[in-house]
Each structure stands twice: as C-alpha cells, then as structure tokens.
C-alpha cells in the first residue's frame, strides 16, 4: 500500500522511536510523558498508531482526553501531529522532478496524476507493462518514474531529493535502510556539487529522521 499501515505500528515501539530519535524543538516535550501515556492508551484498549491517531482526529476533544491521559491538550496536539507524520499526502505527478511535459500529458490521459496514482498502477510487472501500452511510455521509463514515487513516499524526501537519492544509487525505501548514513551524507554532497555546482551535506540527524518512516513502508515494487 502507498501509505504506513498505521495499525501494524504498536504504540510501544512508536514510544520507544520517540526516546530514540533526534525530534524537531517543537516536539522535544513528547519524551517526557511518552511512556505514562502509552500505559494511560492501554487502557483505553488503544494499542496500535491507527487506534490512536482515530482517538485524537477530533482536536476539540483534546481538552477533556488530556487529564485522562495525564498531560494537557497542547500535548495531544503534538502527539497528533506526530502519529500523522507517518501519512505523507501523495503529490501532484507535476512535482516530480524530470518529468516532461508530454509524458504528464500521456500518463494523466491514462488516469495518472499523482505519485498515489503511479504507485498503485506501476508497482507490478504487469502493471507497468499496462501503463507502457496506454501512455506509450516504455516500461523503463515508468519504472524510473514509479522509483521516485516511492522514494517521496519516505516523511523527509521531497522531489528532488529523491532524484538526488536515485542518482546515487538508492532507489527505494529498502535501499535507503540498508545504506549507512555517513555515506548517504557522502554520496548526496558529491552529486549535488557536481550537478549544480554547490556542495549541499544533508545532516546526519536528518538522514537518520527519515528512517524510521522508511521501515514501516511495505515494499511492493516488482522489479
């Protein structure tokens, strides 16, 4: 599926992300009551981020949950916005960088006009080799494109970094996991300089942010 499986996500382990990771200042004082209120969450039943994220969609009840939940509403406010980090919305097939004109044109004829589009239309052979025949694409072509499709699928991956990401060899969520972050920064600093002539070194903490939304993504590109 093009987005995170919220209830394969237990609150456990997004508590325990939480303790482990970098988090932006604004967000920082979610550590500190994280683990009492995944206790509170349990027994209200709500073990999973998709359970949590229905129980705190409607801000107005933030205010009579929070005592209940031992912090105060400007909390779950966060909270929400954190579980809701794992839902990246889909973009407008346009914003993917490299991506001309008349192959938008033949890929919107056939019905595709966002990354949601591509992905859950191209991720198979099959698939691909379908769309191949109705844009006059070839199925190449379809496969570079859907590969930044799934990269902008990653929190923390915008367009071009994905084009920068695919150019240095890391082509897909898995690829981004199983490759070290040092050479990430590497890798990404050199290819920005020699392509646009400015040397841009993504942080450390930053490449490592995007990992654990990297992880709860499945992997459904046939290749």
Known sequence: MYAADLSKIATDDFAQS????????????????ILDVVVALHERDVHDLEALRRLLRDKRGHGRL??????????????????????????????????????LERMAAAGVTSTRDCYERATTTLGRSSLAAETGLPAERLLEVLELCDLVRVTGIGPASAVAFQAIGISSPSDYLATESAVIQARYADWTEEHTGRREVLGLSDIDYCRRYAAVLDEDIER
Do not use: W
């Open 66 to 103: 929070a005592p209940e939940l031992g912090v105060d509403a400007g909390y779950l406010t966060l909270l929400a916005r954190e579980v809701n980090a794992y839902l990246v919305k889909p973009l407008v097939l346009a914003r993917i960088e490299g991506l001309q004109e008349p192959e």
């Open 18 to 33: 939480l303790l482990e990771v970098e988090l932006i200042p604004s967000r920082r004082v979610l550590k500190d009551h």
